[in-house]
């Protein structure tokens, strides 16, 4: 059983920073890619960044790139996600989950086998 706590969200002015963490149990935390998503009221989950096992190869959504950066600890069992230059769009719940398929299919929402509670985010203007 994997279970996957998010922590570090809040409320931040627009232009702001929050850096979000989620901590898993299971000793099998480093052999998985880990991704990010967020889910808006009314809107879909998105997929936000992932990062693969190792924490060599990364990916992002384009509507955050350059302005987040996923990381890891496999000691710490731990994936962060840094946010600068919050924009108000950027408000939701954001969850982690590890992903079954690799780095290179992180943004397929299926292959995630595990999420976390999830932990709100919410930028003023």
């Known amino acids: 059983q994997v279970e996957l706590v998010e922590s570090g969200g809040g409320l931040v002015q627009a232009g702001g920073s929050l850096k979000l963490s989620c901590a898993a149990s299971g000793r099998t935390f480093s052999s998985y890619t880990m991704g990010w998503f967020r889910q808006a009221p009314g809107k879909e989950r998105e997929f936000v960044a992932a990062?693969?096992?190792?924490?060599?190869?990364?990916r992002y959504a384009d509507s955050v790139k350059g302005r987040f950066t996923i990381s890891r600890d496999n000691a710490k069992n731990t994936v962060y996600l840094q946010m600068n230059s919050l924009k108000p769009e950027d408000t939701a719940i954001y969850y982690c989950?590890?992903?079954?398929?690799?780095?290179?299919?992180?943004?397929?929402?299926?292959?995630?086998?595990?999420w976390g509670q999830g932990t709100q985010v919410t930028v003023s203007s």
């Open positions: 990062i693969s096992w190792s924490g060599g190869r990364t």
């Open positions: 989950a590890r992903n079954t398929g690799g780095i290179v299919a992180s943004r397929t929402i299926d292959l995630y086998d595990y």
